[in-house]
């Protein structure tokens, strides 16, 4: 359960448990799906590659019955398969975790597991041994929550694992995660890849999604990559690099994926200087141990720290989407209370949350109305923003962000789970805060994309903005921030400023050591 | 990282007790009892006779129809719809079980077709909803016209009723210890609400449409039958309109096309004075239960008073929406 073997042996090429042949999707204005090929072995993990908006959840949704498909066929252990909704795929022995989190927060966590498969026992549905195997699937992910708990009291993160804990608890023969460990740490996409190699000796094919190309290639033993819609090819990952693989997803050389020249940092911080926000003491029973912070113009901070830490909680906090219970905000030297984001967002402060889903996207409105959203609230309704400002804005960061498709008029609902992620990026980035919380920025989104965010978010920070960085991804955070600022156990441990001396080991081995080591460092004092 | 809540020792019953804060989902029903544990107490110190057992019975003879509404009423709600059509539908059946009846058909020929009508239009009513994807609300209003016209198609007069098997129903007494009594109604109405609980907390049926309310997408995604609920509850819906509509008629013992009018507003208020969030997803039968108990009181309270006009229903049950509503905009607030 500890330890990933990774010698496992190339999967025989056998008879693919799912065949997938010329498959076109369209939807109205897009063609998401050209004549798409797809076959999956049992005893392998295969990874679905490619870039946002390739087409990677349409073809599972094509494989899963979400969506019916215009052309092409699906076999499903030699039989030919129409599926017309998830139940039926279901049913074929296919469980699916689509990406985002798909299960219902006023539920509890057991009954997110396993309703529509629940035990019974007189009729009715049998509470305790419904909790009692929910509970042993989640040691096998090693959760430790209450099972009978409700769904929506626990983080983004944990709710991931529920989902991926009702896939797993079906006796399926084929096995799909769309991007499943967009929000793990480090630890629990470790354990997930046990329960994965585990499943893939027993002989269950699994469909894997993700980002991380370090995940692809330590979990993976084929990959089928895709873009544009388009079928680009199927390589043994055994026989294929990082950057042919790469090559092969963004279809060209790979000139823009040049590391993210290191920001000089900031000059030191005199005495003089008055810190855009000085945070003393603040705390929040519960979610948030008394943390000092000191943020000066044009200073990117990174925080680290695994999930659970207080990351999220202290975003919350310094934007007024919770109140603290103690401890005080000066921005500018002059003292503020926020009680409401309202409030913060007139302080120039944005708060761009790791919960799309529930806290961000709007589905129904356009990419144009999503990016509007608060630059319009902050000017109150009475003065609408003028068409011609929208559109060139709108337009700007369309291009900026390379949001696909670029057509400002498209719906939030219809874009792919990353590009969804950068037009709620653009929408903060549109109110030119001076002091912009980034919570998981790049999560679900493509390398060649997370490049440009962050250079994008560097090159904001040149102009004047701070910026406070939050992302499990510890590489991300190093090669970004000016100052680390670790947190574990809800309380800050260590923050220093980021020299060729702080490395992810060393972040790593400061959050084991619960920031022993880095005490007497600490560049805050 | 996560706190960790599993015991691994099961602990002792006094234990259970002793550690056990209500879940936060009976608070809104906690209220409403508290609510009604008040007005009773009001009720009693400033009139006579009020504390009575027997009168808390008469609140459920008085509203035994609204109860069976009400229950069919929280399995659409709770699955984030609406149901308008419940008064108009309850009209038709006094009207076809009065009609039927004068035309000399014995009483279970009458029963069933009332039954089957009110069923039939639920279901109808369902699949337009969830085929067409039209909006519950003008699915339901155009049910709702649909079925008052059609009691001025069957008769725009009062129709009474004198068949002796309806009329034995309406006057029968059931006994219970210590000289109190019901009616036969309420009976079938706690039987009705019996069921309905065990369906809706008991069964994956009723899970799931706790899962629909909560997010309709994702019960989708999760494989679960989003058709079978949503059709399902407003046939359930009509069912039970159907049926008070039988229990209304053997109250009335007459059919009538102005019967039940604004009747589906009083089962909704029950509805969500009884906890039920109008988005659906959360609440509890139980909740309901209290909700129409809640209505009769205030009725009642304003018929021992004598002095106050029936106006004063309406004034305290719109104050009383207003306060509920507003206590469980607080509720979710802090849930998220
Ligand atoms: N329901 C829909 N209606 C219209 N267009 C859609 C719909 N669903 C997806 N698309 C479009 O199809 C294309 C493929 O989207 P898809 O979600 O499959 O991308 P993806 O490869 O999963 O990307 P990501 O890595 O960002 O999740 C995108 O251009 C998207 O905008
Ligand atoms: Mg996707």
Known sequence: MTQVTTSIPPPAVGTPVVEMRGISISFPGVKALADVDFRLLPGEVHALMGENGAGKSTLIKALTGVYTIDEGTVTVAGTDHRFTSPADSQAAGISTVYQEVNLCTNLTVAENMLLGREPHRFGRIDVKAMNRRARSVLDRLGLSIDPGSSLGEHSIAIQQLVAIGRALDIDARVLILDEPTSSLDADEVAKLFAVMSDLRDQGVAILFVSHFLDQVFEISDRMTVLRNGKLVGEYLTRDTTQLTLVEAMIGRELETLDRLEHQAPTAAPDEARVPLLQVLGLSRKGSLQAVDLEIYDGEVIGVAGLLGSGRTELARLLFGADTADAGTIDVRGSRRRFRTPRSAIGAKIAFSSENRRAEGVVEDLTIADNMLLTLQAARGWLRPVPQRTRDRLVEEYIKALDIRPPDPAALMRNLSGGNQQKVLLARWLITQPELLILDEPTRGIDIGAKTQIQQLVAKLADEGMSVVFISTELEEVLRLSDRVVVMRDRAKIADRFNDESVTVAGILATIAAGGAELKEEDSDA | ?336
């Not at chain 2, 069933?112 to 699915?139: D, N, R």
């Not at chain 2, 065990?198 to 994956?204: A, D, G, N, Q, S």
């Not at chain 2, 002095?307 to 905009?329: C, H, N, P």
């Open chain 2, 1 to 336: 990282m996560t706190t960790s809540t599993s015991v691994t020792v099961s602990p002792t019953f006094l234990d259970r007790v002793r550690g056990y804060s209500p879940p936060r989902r009976y608070l809104p029903v906690a209220a409403t009892v508290a609510l009604l544990i008040g007005m009773f107490g009001a009720g009693s110190l400033r009139y006579q006779g009020f504390a009575d057992p027997q009168v808390v019975l008469n609140l459920f003879v008085d509203n035994a129809f609204l109860l069976v509404l009400g229950v069919g009423m929280t399995f659409v709600i709770l699955t984030g719809g609406i149901d308008l059509s419940v008064g108009s539908v309850v009209a038709l059946s006094t009207m076809i079980a009065a009609s039927t009846l004068q035309a000399g058909w014995p009483a279970i020929a009458t029963i069933i077709a009332v039954l089957v009508s009110g069923t039939l239009l639920g279901t109808l009513m369902g699949l337009v909803i969830h085929y067409f994807e039209v909006q519950p609300f003008i699915a339901s209003l155009a049910v709702m016209f649909l079925a008052r016209g059609l009691c001025y198609l069957i008769s725009v007069e009062s129709i009474p009723i004198r068949e002796a098997g309806f009329t034995a129903f309406a006057q029968g007494s059931v006994p219970l210890p210590g000289g109190y009594h019901v009616t036969p109604s309420v009976v079938v109405a706690v039987v009705v609400f019996a069921i309905g609980a065990w369906v809706l907390h008991m069964t994956r049926f009723g899970r799931t449409v706790y899962a629909v309310g909560g997010s309709e997408s994702s019960a989708h995604l999760m494989g679960l039958r989003v058709a079978l609920v949503k059709v399902g509850v407003y046939t359930i819906s009509g069912l039970c309109s159907a049926l008070a509509g039988l229990l209304f008629a053997a109250y009335t013992l007459s059919g009538y096309s102005l019967h039940a009018v604004g009747m589906e507003l009083d089962a909704i208020a029950a509805v969500v004075i009884g906890g039920t969030l109008l988005t659906g997803g959360r609440g509890l039968l139980l909740g309901t239960m209290f909700g129409v108990l809640l209505l009769g009181t205030i009725q009642t309270f304003i018929s021992f008073d004598g002095t106050l006009s029936s106006w004063w229903t309406k004034i305290s049950i719109g104050t009383l929406l207003l306060i509920f509503v507003v206590i469980q905009r607080l509720l979710t607030r802090r849930q998220n």
